[in-house]
């Protein structure tokens, strides 16, 4: 790392392509990147730009393209567009899941908007990428894209090769069924998530003794005209209503839920803690320390970052590299240049497990490796392997 495009004379001007979202936080750090490292801009082609047709992604493509996939973010618009392309998809599950019509949708801020039909318009938008670029053009590959953002998927991948997850439910589509599947492992706590959601949208931390019922969410529930409307906070809710948390599961049961055991997580300086690993051409690079005072520790929730010096040096180093051993594991069983890894150690801090993969987990703004933040490092590992493709081609 540290390296300029000076050092790339032979690659033959290699530039790059971004499909994102104009004026999103990630498009313009991976911009500001490689402005750095000496390098022309990235085109920029939106998510709606293809969905409407009015770019061919084919057309835009040179002999020394290289193509980045970025998150849709927050922009409504591409949420819309994917929830109307999602409309049309036939769903290999069948129809059991929330649908709305394209003529019904309207922006309100936060609103939790049938995340498995946007995952459905997501997957037809990048099958039609995929169709569009070769796979060795692209940084991160769209098949994987979607693996990831399907929990119940990935999670199912990652234990067929033994790698080390919490254990998981079997589907369960209500309230009900949740109680049944817990009473019948004996388990007393679980985590809940949106099969297809990101940044701790949709989730509940549940667990009960007992009658006593404690539940953890970043959802607000409103009822209007009869019905149950879904809106994700930064504020974490504490229900302590069987009744309240039972209404709450029901209605994320129509979105598509993972439900694994809730492992508890180390402690460090009064503060629960996980880690993202951020692996670069399958080698972790860029770790942070998650610090909470609640059990989700996203960091958009308003949770600090840890003293990673500190956190490694209580692990200690022969765990921790068994740790990073098992994200490189993780990490060989996809072609993407970069994946997220959250990561935990359990409360006596003897285990470890991965909690995710985030296809776009590299969102760690002035987090440097080796003096390098993470788009620059994988904007130079990109480039030193095309470097290479570009030597064993000649």
């Not at 589509?173 to 599947?181: G, Q, R």
């Not at 029901?250 to 009064?270: G, M, Q, S, T």
């Amino acid at each position: 790392m540290g390296k300029s495009s000076a050092l790339w004379p032979s690659v033959n001007s290699p530039h790059f392509l971004l499909i994102g979202t104009p004026e999103d936080r990630r498009v313009i750090l991976f911009q500001e990147a490689l402005s750095r490292l000496g390098l022309p801009s990235a085109q920029l082609v939106s998510y709606q730009q293809i969905i409407s047709g009015e770019v061919t992604l084919a057309e835009q493509l040179t002999p020394t393209t290289i193509v980045r996939i970025e998150s849709p973010g927050k922009s409504i618009e591409t949420e819309h567009d994917l929830l109307r392309l999602g409309a049309d998809e036939p769903d290999p599950e069948g129809e059991r899941y929330e649908r709305l019509s394209p003529s019904t949708l309207i922006y309100e801020k936060g609103r939790l908007l049938a995340s498995r039909q946007w995952y459905l318009g997501l997957s037809a938008i990048l099958r039609q990428i995929a169709s569009s670029v070769p796979a060795e053009r692209m940084m991160n590959r769209p098949d994987e894209i979607l693996l990831m953002f399907d929990k119940r998927r990935c999670h199912a991948l990652l234990a067929q090769h033994d790698i080390a997850v919490p254990q998981a439910l079997p589907p369960v589509y209500s309230y009900d069924e949740l109680m049944a599947a817990l009473q019948e492992r004996g388990w007393s706590r679980a985590f809940l998530k949106l099969a297809h959601g990101s940044s701790a949208s949709g989730t509940i931390a549940y667990r009960y003794s007992g009658k006593r019922h404690q539940a953890f969410t970043t959802v607000d529930v409103v009822e209007q005209a009869g019905e149950l409307r879904l809106y994700n906070t930064r504020r974490i809710r504490k229900l302590e209503s069987q009744h309240e948390i039972a209404r709450l599961v029901d209605a994320l049961c129509h979105h598509r839920l993972h439900v694994e055991y809730w492992i508890p997580k180390a402690a460090f300086a009064n503060r629960i803690f996980d880690m993202r690993v951020v692996m670069i051409g399958g080698e972790p690079m860029h770790t942070v320390a998650r610090m909470s005072q609640s059990p989700m520790t996203n960091l958009h929730l308003l949770n600090q970052r840890g003293d990673l010096a500190a956190i490694l040096d209580r692990i200690g180093p022969e765990r921790w590299q068994e740790a990073l051993t098992t994200c490189k594991r993780a990490a060989s069983l996809f072609a993407s240049l970069y994946i997220g890894v959250d990561l935990l150690f359990s409360s006596d801090y003897r285990y470890h497990a991965i909690l995710e993969l985030n296809a776009f987990g590299d969102l760690l703004p002035g987090l440097l490796y080796q003096g390098q933040d993470t788009y620059s490092a994988e904007i130079l590992t990109a480039l030193e392997g095309r470097k290479v493709c570009s030597t064993l081609t000649h």
